[in-house]
């Protein structure tokens, strides 16, 4: 089969690679359709660690092929998503049914191989913990290769209590800043305040249901936040990886709001100042979310398909002899999701 392969930071070729088979308990994917994250870029960029030799891909959707010896799960022709995390199911994180903390989790596309390939062996612990999720009929697989980075954004929204008639500001428009906008909306979010400084994306959010757009080199985005809410946003998700967004942060939110720290940062970023009394005074909360849980994933797949723009985010379309150029696309901020797809899969 042909593989993207990730060998060092900067350097990912595409090769052959011998198919895999599905083992007990295990099954295989003819993959669909994979995306790539904010995350890969971060991997390719050497700030973050994966298995040299791994195929990366961890947003990833196809079509279950073959099944291996005892599997009940999922049965072949199934159109399925992965929550690609390999859990342990005995840490005190699993037993509560957050496998996203995992103490021993490891992830497809870091620590095994991902969804850039045409067949991707499904191990065991992923059928077993019911990480293949089947996926509505009416939801393509180009579109449900986004469910893992929506579950994630579903998760952060969750965690910052977004439902009817929750004020959010959003620092960035990035895919994921905007992911957080058209969830957010889709739960009744509002108003919803969206600061980013690329024209264009300011212009595709405005366009996609933002209340208010700014732009943080010429406008005061605090008082436009005051002026839009009252007393300061309740929840406020910063989607970039940008430390001296934190402090801007804790000055947008009203006390006893939330900021979460959505986005990852470099490693090694440098610490960051703010000042603790806008916590202490404001009873607000920082936090931070990585990932989702299993029923999130869930319920995001079901969610997905009636979400107004959400296919929009795929802009770049990549066959796999093209997948570096997809790692190009991000790195030089052209387009939104890049899509590795394999087309004729999800033929029905
Ligand atoms: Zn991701
Ligand atoms: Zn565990």
Same mark, same amino acid.
């Given at each position: 089969?042909? %593989?993207?392969?990730?060998?060092?930071?900067?350097?990912?070729?595409?090769?052959?690679?011998?198919?895999?088979?599905?083992?007990?308990?295990?099954?295989?994917?003819? !993959?669909?359709?994979?995306?790539?994250?904010?995350? *890969?870029?971060?991997?390719?960029?050497? /700030?973050?660690?994966?298995?040299?030799? !791994?195929?990366?891909?961890?947003?990833?959707?196809?079509?279950?092929?073959?099944?291996?010896?005892?599997?009940? /799960?999922?049965? /072949?022709? +199934?159109?399925?998503?992965?929550?690609?995390?390999?859990?342990?199911?005995?840490?005190?994180?699993?037993?509560?049914?957050?496998?996203?903390?995992?103490? =021993?989790?490891?992830?497809?596309?870091?620590?095994? *191989?991902?969804?850039?390939?045409?067949?991707?062996?499904?191990?065991? #612990?992923?059928?077993?913990?019911?990480?293949?999720?089947?996926?509505?009929?009416?939801?393509?697989?180009?579109?449900?290769?986004?469910?893992?980075?929506?579950?994630?954004?579903?998760?952060?929204? /969750?965690?910052? =209590?977004?439902?009817?008639?929750?004020?959010?500001?959003?620092?960035?428009?990035?895919?994921?800043?905007?992911?957080?906008?058209?969830?957010?909306?889709?739960?009744? %979010?509002?108003?919803?305040?969206?600061? =980013?400084?690329?024209? #264009?994306?300011?212009?595709?959010?405005?366009?996609?249901?933002?209340?208010? !757009?700014?732009?943080?080199?010429? +406008?005061?985005?605090?008082?436009?936040?005051? *002026?839009?809410?009252?007393?300061?946003?309740?929840?406020?998700?910063?989607?970039?990886?940008?430390?001296?967004?934190? %402090?801007?942060?804790?000055?947008?939110?009203?006390?006893?709001?939330?900021?979460?720290?959505?986005?990852?940062?470099?490693?090694?970023?440098?610490? !960051?100042?703010?000042?603790?009394?806008?916590?202490?005074?404001? #009873?607000?909360?920082?936090?931070?979310?990585?990932?989702?849980?299993?029923?999130?994933?869930?319920?995001? %797949?079901?969610?997905?398909?009636?979400?107004?723009?959400?296919?929009?985010?795929?802009?770049?379309?990549?066959?796999?002899?093209?997948?570096? #150029?997809?790692?190009?696309?991000?790195?030089?901020?052209?387009?939104?999701?890049?899509?590795?797809?394999?087309?004729?899969?999800?033929?029905?």
């Amino acid at each position: 089969m042909r %593989a993207t392969i990730f060998h060092a930071p900067g350097q990912v070729t595409v090769e052959d690679r011998p198919s895999p088979f599905a083992g007990p308990g295990e099954v295989r994917l003819r !993959v669909a359709a994979a995306s790539l994250c904010a995350s *890969d870029v971060r991997v390719y960029r050497g /700030e973050k660690h994966a298995e040299p030799g !791994v195929i990366p891909g961890h947003e990833v959707s196809g079509v279950v092929d073959q099944v291996g010896e005892g599997v009940t /799960e999922v049965a /072949e022709g +199934d159109r399925v998503i992965l929550c690609p995390i390999v859990a342990c199911n005995r840490c005190r994180f699993c037993l509560l049914g957050r496998r996203n903390r995992c103490t =021993e989790r490891r992830t497809l596309g870091y620590d095994l *191989d991902g969804g850039f390939a045409e067949y991707l062996r499904v191990p065991a #612990e992923i059928v077993s913990t019911g990480h293949v999720i089947r996926v509505p009929d009416a939801l393509p697989l180009d579109l449900a290769a986004i469910t893992e980075p929506a579950a994630c954004t579903l998760a952060s929204l /969750e965690l910052c =209590e977004v439902g009817a008639g929750t004020s959010m500001a959003i620092l960035g428009a990035g895919p994921m800043g905007l992911m957080h906008l058209l969830l957010g909306r889709a739960l009744g %979010a509002g108003p919803i305040i969206v600061s =980013e400084p690329v024209a #264009e994306r300011r212009a595709l959010a405005s366009r996609w249901g933002a209340d208010l !757009v700014l732009d943080p080199a010429v +406008d005061d985005v605090r008082a436009a936040v005051r *002026d839009a809410t009252g007393d300061g946003a309740d929840a406020v998700i910063v989607s970039v990886g940008l430390g001296s967004l934190v %402090a801007p942060a804790l000055d947008l939110v009203r006390p006893q709001g939330v900021v979460n720290l959505f986005a990852g940062f470099p490693k090694g970023a440098p610490p !960051v100042p703010f000042d603790p009394n806008l916590v202490h005074y404001g #009873e607000v909360v920082l936090t931070g979310s990585q990932n989702a849980t299993t029923d999130q994933y869930r319920r995001t %797949a079901q969610l997905l398909g009636h979400v107004p723009h959400m296919d929009e985010l795929l802009t770049n379309r990549y066959l796999i002899e093209d997948a570096p #150029e997809a790692y190009s696309a991000r790195l030089a901020l052209s387009g939104l999701k890049s899509l590795v797809e394999f087309p004729g899969v999800d033929e029905r």
